[in-house]
């Protein structure tokens, strides 16, 4: 049976990027080495066409999220390229199409929640990035239809991340914590109570420089 799934990174103190992101500080003020576990391990490696890397428990958790992925679905800001219009002359005016290069790491299509209509842009490897102006719930629906049989990731940040569990259509929530207080940033549980969504715990892993908490989430 499919799933939606959804995996963050997140601080001690309940951040999911500091302050001030930008093109080139993705994850905000004081966040730079927020995923530095991540990118020492042998799948995260493989991904982006690199060698060698860490094993391990971590890195069985990283290959189990990478696997049966039809689709995804993230916000403007993970996308990245700043606010406003597609396009900035600060970038020669060439539309921004990610962080990852030619080749992206996800190999399915992509759809990107924003406000500015843009065509969608195929990339090496798969992954095709489609730009969602209707909203989170139309977005949804169409990744649902790309998944078929396989699962839908909601890859983040912290405010589509929330919005999809307020609507209560997230099944699983895995959270990696890292040891870090960053004092200000997006804040994942941020307007999310109990009352409306609650966490059941699957299980812990302990990895190095990192925690995995893996949760059912319940209305």
Known sequence: MSKVRAHLGITLD?????PN????????????HMNDWLFALASARKLFGQEGGETGPSDDVIRERLENVGAVVMGRKMFGGGPGPWGHARWGN??????WGEDPPYHAPVFVLTHHARESVAMKG??????MTEGAEHAFAQAKIAAGSADVLIAGGAHTVQQYLRAGLIDELELHLVPMLLGAGERLFEGVTQSRTRLEQIRV??????????YAVRE
């Open 94 to 99: 060439e539309p921004w199409n990610g962080w």
């Open 126 to 131: 798969g992954t095709t990035f489609h730009f």
């Open 21 to 32: 992101q930008s093109p080139e500080k993705p994850f905000g003020d004081g966040a730079e």
């Open 14 to 18: 309940g951040y999911v990027t500091g």
């Open 205 to 214: 892993v302990a990895g190095n420089g990192v925690t995995h908490l893996k």
